[in-house]
Nanobody
Framework: VTLVESGGGLVQPGGSLRLSCAAS????????MGWARQVLGKGTEWVSG???????DYGDSVQGRFTISRDNAKNTVYLQMNSLKPEDTAVYFC????????????????WGKGTLVTVSS
C-alpha cells in the first residue's frame, strides 16, 4: 500500500487549497479513505472520511468548509479546503485500512507521508 499526498502549501486566511492523495498497491475502490492532520507537538486529529459508496463524514472543526471526494478511476482521494483558518495549519495525511469504514482514526493502518498546509498572512 502506497499513499502519496500532494497539494499543500502556504495560503492566506480565507483562501482555498485542494489536497490530493494518489493510492496504489491495493484495490482502491474497495477501501474507505480518510484524511487526518497533525500539528507539531500535538495529537493527530481526524478530518474527514469517505466510504466505498461515497458517503462522507467530517470532523466538527472542518464541517461546512472542507469537502472530501474520490475518483476510483484515478485511484485518488481529494480534500477541498475552503475558508481556511490559521488553526488549520498542520501536516495533512491520507490513510486507509482493511477495516476502516470512513470515520475516526481507528483502523487507519496505512498512512502517507503527509503534506504541509500553512495558513498565514
Amino acid at each position: 500500500v502506497t499513499l502519496v499526498e500532494s497539494g499543500g502549501g502556504l495560503v492566506q486566511p480565507g483562501g482555498s487549497l485542494r489536497l490530493s492523495c494518489a493510492a496504489s498497491g491495493f484495490t482502491f475502490s474497495s477501501y474507505a479513505m480518510g484524511w487526518a492532520r497533525q500539528v507539531l507537538g500535538k495529537g493527530t486529529e481526524w478530518v474527514s472520511g469517505i466510504d466505498t459508496k461515497g458517503t462522507t463524514d467530517y470532523g466538527d472543526s472542518v464541517q461546512g468548509r472542507f469537502t472530501i471526494s474520490r475518483d476510483n478511476a484515478k485511484n485518488t482521494v481529494y480534500l477541498q479546503m475552503n475558508s481556511l483558518k490559521p488553526e488549520d495549519t498542520a501536516v495533512y495525511f491520507c490513510a486507509t485500512g482493511v477495516n476502516y469504514y470512513g470515520r475516526g482514526l481507528d483502523a487507519m493502518d496505512y498512512w502517507g507521508k503527509g503534506t504541509l498546509v500553512t495558513v498565514s498572512s
